[in-house]
């Protein structure tokens, strides 16, 4: 009797059970886990970098391989690459579900940062958003275009902790709050992975880099860390405990090593605490050759020895050091690693498959790369852009009415385009970029002067002319990123010198700083009539700028990060914590730990100024009290557009734990509230402090809730604000 299609592909199901959807996912996982041999459970370990249909048809026909990253080395986000193309992913793909013999569908890893072909600010221009929402749809439209391209996991979010401005990678992070870098990163991954992981233009979101690799000594990449269990669970594995509870895919482990041990060996923190204490059932996988450095990390002999204790610490995939495909199979025969432990390993790579969908979808329908970004993707680029801009400093000068004279536009960014995307930009193109130059024309009608950005003799001849200089300047992408640390956090070479000659004429002098990091601009602060960090800010770059520096929307970031007032001051930043000799800035700003210095930072945390100004009224409590089990104080403070624009504020929430088991920081973000008002109007802040805020880990690493007095804070950045005091009852 002739069969349907269906019958024959029901059939086909009842002999592979893991295909069947109606089935609950473990059951599906352990379905085909019972199928593999050992050598096809290591080949789900085992991950090449740019996976080719031609040359690695054996390899990928054997299932000898899970999954392919698609980058152009070891450090892709320095680097310009062809990009993915969606044939050749489905050509691979189709090997491996046509031609295995289990048909188990690759993974094609990508890092897509902030933004895939329609590129957002760099995540730390992200963060100084202070914007969830914003942030999930930047996700949410980068993981759309990416999986059309044939993307299916991204290395994002990355939430180290970043307190060190020398360190180049601060670029990619979501800056130095654990609750900041949290709730921003849980919102990139329910972006990158919409409600649910396998639904329509999602990617699997990966939180990186697993943990502590902020913490580099003298911000020198790759340097080893020193911190202690305590600091650890209290500020930097927090934002990862965020991301796995909203689900976040996989997590990649750290180059670095934490007090002595590398974390791709890291037993304790990656099974103990991630995969045990904290119930992660995604799939840990390690950085670039990460695996094989432990040998260079003088911990391993060789790369039997790194594969054995990588695996047995609780790395999942081995990217591309080969270490499991040439060593752990043997290593199971010979009885030194458990056949459990790569169970472990290779079932946690099938569950996330399966819960992919990539069984039922393992092709990427489209056959060429995403067209040129649409209208609405460059509009919420734009958003984002605008939205991330910090105004650092304004003598009035901000906003620029369009009639205002003669403008010139100089420095070394005014004509840019793809300097303005920013680091780990590996799909977004620079002659996309609305660049500074072309937006302004645009506005003025063709009538602003435009340096030719060699900020040169002929930008003062240019400046003498002007009535006004708007001077962008900072940073290129190449001085941030991995690898890319700095000594000195001036800014580069000579533009200080011709900023201060520009300033010297007397006229209004408007300062751009693009940057991929914390910079000192001393002086710059000082002498120019306002300064605005622009960080990277991508695709809509020039026109997001133009229509912040004439008022068509006004700047309403706030600093992700501390700026210190110099390199000798590092560390700053607001984690900071109590001495047995406090300092009393506020009562002498002079008094300090050093001779010849004030020991506060030269911008705080939190803080951004705005085309109006807020006033803030008396602190509002519902109670003094709260009981520790349930109780809740309601604080609220009401605000007021006391200029004449309408501006956006962040009202921040900071909380102090005043006697604890531990030292803890003196000031610590809570929570935030965003108030849109309308020059005038009133806006009520209103936050709900539960005792859970209050939680930390004590000396025995056991998380508790102290009863007695906290301080709360409510202001506009970490430097101060309206006081209270309350009382966390037993
Ligand atoms: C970086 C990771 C990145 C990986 C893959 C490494 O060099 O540290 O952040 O995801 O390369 O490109």
């Known amino acids: 009797m002739a069969t349907g299609p269906e019958e024959a592909s029901q059939r086909g199901n009842m ?12 059951e599906r996982v352990q379905a085909l886990l ?14 090449i970098h740019n996976l080719d249909p031609g040359s690695d048809r054996e390899l990928i026909a054997s299932g000898g391989i899970g999954s392919s990253l698609m980058a152009s080395g070891a450090t892709a986000g320095n680097e310009r690459d062809e990009g993915v193309r969606a044939c050749a992913v489905n050509a691979a793909q189709r090997i491996a579900v046509q031609e295995s013999r289990l048909g188990i569908p690759l993974l094609f890893g990508r890092d897509v940062i902030h933004g895939h072909r329609t590129v957002f600010p760099i995540p730390l221009g992200l963060a100084a958003t202070w914007d969830e929402d914003l942030v999930r749809r930047a996700a949410r439209l980068a993981a759309t275009e990416a999986s059309a391209d044939g993307v299916t996991w991204t290395f994002a979010p990355m939430l180290d902790i970043s307190e060190e401005p020398r360190w180049g990678r601060v670029a990619e992070s979501l800056g130095e709050a654990p609750v900041l870098a949290g709730r921003l990163g849980a919102a990139m991954v329910r972006g990158f992975q919409g409600e649910v992981l396998g639904g329509p233009g999602t990617v699997a979101a990966c939180a990186k880099h697993f943990v502590g690799y902020g913490l580099v000594g003298g911000g020198r990449d790759y340097e080893t860390v020193q911190v202690g269990e305590n600091t650890l669970r209290n500020v930097h594995l927090r934002p990862f405990l965020d991301a796995v509870r909203a689900g976040c895919a996989t997590v990649m482990a750290a180059f670095t090593d934490v007090d002595g041990v590398p974390m791709h060996a890291h037993r304790r923190l990656l099974r103990d605490v991630l995969k045990g204490e904290w119930g992660f059932d995604g799939v840990v996988v390690a950085d670039w050759d990460g695996v ?18 990588a695996i047995a610490a609780g790395v999942d ?14 290593l199971v025969e010979s009885g030194q690693v458990p056949l459990a432990v790569v169970d472990d390993a290779a079932r946690r790579v099938i569950r996330l498959k399966i819960r992919h969908g990539l069984f039922e979808h393992p092709y990427v329908a489209a056959t060429t790369s995403a067209p040129q970004p649409w209208p609405q993707s460059r509009l919420l680029a734009r958003e984002a852009a605008a939205a991330s801009f910090v105004l650092l400093t304004n ?5 620029l009415a369009p009639d205002t004279g003669r403008v010139l536009l100089t420095g070394p960014f005014a004509q840019e385009g793809e300097a303005l995307l920013g680091t780990w930009t590996l799909d977004g193109r620079g002659e996309e970029v609305a660049s500074p130059a072309s937006a302004i024309q645009t506005l003025l009608r063709g009538e602003a002067v435009i340096d030719d950005g060699r900020f040169s003799d002929q930008t003062m001849h240019l400046a003498r002319q002007a009535d006004i200089t708007v001077a962008l300047v900072g940073e290129h992408p190449s001085r941030s990123g991995e690898a890319h640390s700095v000594a000195d956090l001036g800014l580069p070479a000579g533009q200080l010198e011709v900023l201060r000659a520009i300033a010297a004429l007397g006229k209004p002098l408007v300062v751009v700083v693009f940057t991929g990091r ?51 001051h590092l560390p700053s930043s607001s984690l900071a914590r109590p001495t047995g000799r406090p300092i009393d800035a506020a009562r002498d700003p002079a008094a300090g730990r050093y001779l010849d210095a004030l020991v506060v930072p030269r911008l705080p945390f939190g803080s951004g100024l705005t085309y109006t100004t807020f006033s803030y009224g008396p602190l509002r409590l519902s109670a003094t009290e709260m009981a520790l089990h349930g109780g809740s104080i309601q604080v609220s403070i ?20 005043i006697v604890a088991d531990v030292t803890r920081p003196l000031v610590e973000l809570a929570d935030w509230v965003s108030l849109v008002l309308d020059a005038g109007a009133v806006g009520t802040a209103t936050f709900t402090i539960t005792p859970e805020q209050l939680a930390y880990y004590d000396r025995t690493m056991t998380r508790r809730i102290d009863p007695g007095e906290a301080l709360v804070t409510v202001g506009p950045d970490a430097a101060g604000g309206s006081c209270a005091r309350i009382t966390v009852t037993d």
Do not use: C
Request: no cysteine; proline share 7%; glycine share 10%.
């Open 317 to 330: 995939i081995d990217m591309v050091s080969g270490a499991y495909a040439a060593h752990l199979a043997e």
């Open 15 to 26: 002999a592979r059970p893991w295909l069947r959807l109606e089935l609950p996912q473990e």
């Open 518 to 568: 914390p910079l000192d601009l001393g002086e710059v602060l000082d002498f120019a009539d306002a300064v605005l960090v622009a960080w990277h800010p991508g695709l809509e770059a020039g026109p997001a700028l133009m229509e912040t520096l004439f008022g068509e929307r006004s700047p309403g970031g706030r600093l992700p990060m501390t700026f210190p007032r110099s390199v000798g």
């Open 638 to 657: 009401d605000v007021t557009n006391s200029g004449e624009r309408p501006g956006r504020e962040v009202v921040q929430l900071y909380l102090r734990d």
């Open 395 to 399: 003598k009035g000068t901000l906003p």
């Open 34 to 47: 019972a199928e593999m041999t050992l050598a096809e459970k290591v080949g789900q370990t085992h991950q």
């Open 292 to 309: 094989g450095q432990l040998v260079a990390q003088g911990v391993a002999t060789d790369l039997r020895d790194a594969a054995a204790q």
